[in-house]
């Protein structure tokens, strides 16, 4: 094991801190962070800190294809919705909890146009498949 360690955990700026001092085990195998000099009468090392960024490693999406229009973005009363090469064969919007919010399995259009007036504001995730069978996400935000 990694023995046993006291310790503070503080969170500032998007990091996370631990601040620990480190106890020695009482069996082998060990992978404890030895440093500084060793203390016999209280049979541990010195204290270390280990640094965790737990900032977002930044994903660069994807871009919607050339023939999929959404607009406008943010939307407050209606989203335009066009795939004009390509019919839309299947449109669900997601909360962004998950939860399917919309969902339209049986079209063949080309252009959509939803009222969003009523939805509560916030962040959706709308995907639709192409009848060629392609797949694509796009975030939609609803604003009042």
């Known amino acids: 094991g990694c ?3 006291t310790g503070t955990l503080i969170a500032k700026d998007g990091m996370l801190y631990a601040f620990t001092e480190s106890v020695s085990p009482a069996s082998l195998p060990d992978f404890d962070i030895e440093c500084g ?6 049979n541990t090392s010195d ?10 490693v930044d994903i660069p999406e994807v ?8 607009y ?6 209606w989203v335009t919705i066009s795939a004009p ?3 839309v064969k299947r449109l669900q919007i997601y909360s962004l909890d998950g939860k399917l919010f919309y969902s339209n399995n049986s079209t063949t259009q080309a252009e959509f146009q939803m009222d ?3 939805w509560p504001m916030g962040m959706y995730l709308l995907q639709m498949q192409l009848t060629n069978g392609e797949i694509y996400t796009e975030k939609i935000m609803a604003t009042h």
């Open 3 to 5: 023995g046993a360690f």
């Open 37 to 42: 000099h060793y203390n016999e009468f209280f």
């Open 47 to 56: 204290a270390w800190l280990v640094a965790f960024d737990l900032s977002t």
């Open 63 to 70: 871009p919607v294809s050339d023939l999929i229009e959404i």
């Open 72 to 77: 406008p973005i943010p939307a407050t009363d």
């Open 85 to 87: 090469d390509s019919a």
């Open 116 to 118: 969003v007036s009523r």
